[in-house]
Structures are given as structure tokens and as C-alpha cells.
Nanobody, 117 residues
């Protein structure tokens, strides 16, 4: 059973870069056919897909966030990284790491990130 654990700062200041790590256990991020996503949910709003990375390292981004987003991986640590630049208070959300490019098969527990000065 694949398990995902998100980690990173819970508070980020406006205009700074939000950086999160997703540590994957129970399965390899390079397993053929597997894809991995970052998703967020602002308070009172719907889930928003941010982007993803495939088993071969290929990346995909939401058009609305593409200019500010970078998703990468560390195969030696079996982990994924999300970087979101120039954040605003609208970036306050629970951020999830997940298996799949929607539809999502497995979700991490999520981590709360607040953007505030």
C-alpha cells in the first residue's frame, strides 16, 4: 500500500516561495505507469489540481499556475517536491500529495500552509 507524507513550512510570507516535500513509501516513484500529483484546497473552496510528475520524470502543470510552479523528484529519496513562487494569501490551503493525474487513487494526509505576513 502506497503511503504519502507531505512536509514543509506551515507559514509562508507573501511573495516568498512555498516549498513542500512528499515522501513516498510502499512504492517507487519510478514504477512504470505511475503518476503523482500535487493538489490543494483553500478554505471553503474546491480542490484545485496544481500539477504532477510522471514515473519518467515528465511534468504537467495547471495552466493557471504553470508560470509559478515547479515539481521535481529525488529518486534516491523516493520523494517529490513542490515549489510555488511568489505566493499570495490566496495560496493559503491544505496541500496534498497524491497518486495519479486525476482521477486520484491515493491521497496523502495533507499539510496546512498559511500565507501571511
Amino acid at each position: 500500500q502506497v503511503q504519502l507524507h507531505e512536509s514543509g513550512p506551515n507559514l509562508v510570507k507573501p511573495s516568498q516561495t512555498l516549498s513542500l516535500i512528499c515522501t513516498v513509501s510502499g512504492g517507487s516513484i519510478t514504477k512504470n505507469g505511475h503518476h503523482w500529483s500535487w493538489v490543494r484546497q483553500p478554505p471553503g473552496k474546491e480542490l484545485e489540481w496544481i500539477g504532477g510528475i510522471g514515473y519518467d520524470g515528465s511534468t504537467y502543470y495547471s495552466p493557471s499556475l504553470k508560470s509559478r510552479t515547479s515539481i521535481s523528484r529525488d529518486t534516491s529519496k523516493n520523494s517529490l517536491t513542490l515549489q510555488l513562487n511568489s505566493v499570495t494569501p490566496e495560496g493559503t490551503a491544505v496541500y496534498y500529495c497524491a497518486v495519479g493525474i486525476p482521477p486520484i487513487a491515493v491521497w496523502g494526509q495533507g499539510t496546512q500552509v498559511t500565507v501571511s505576513s
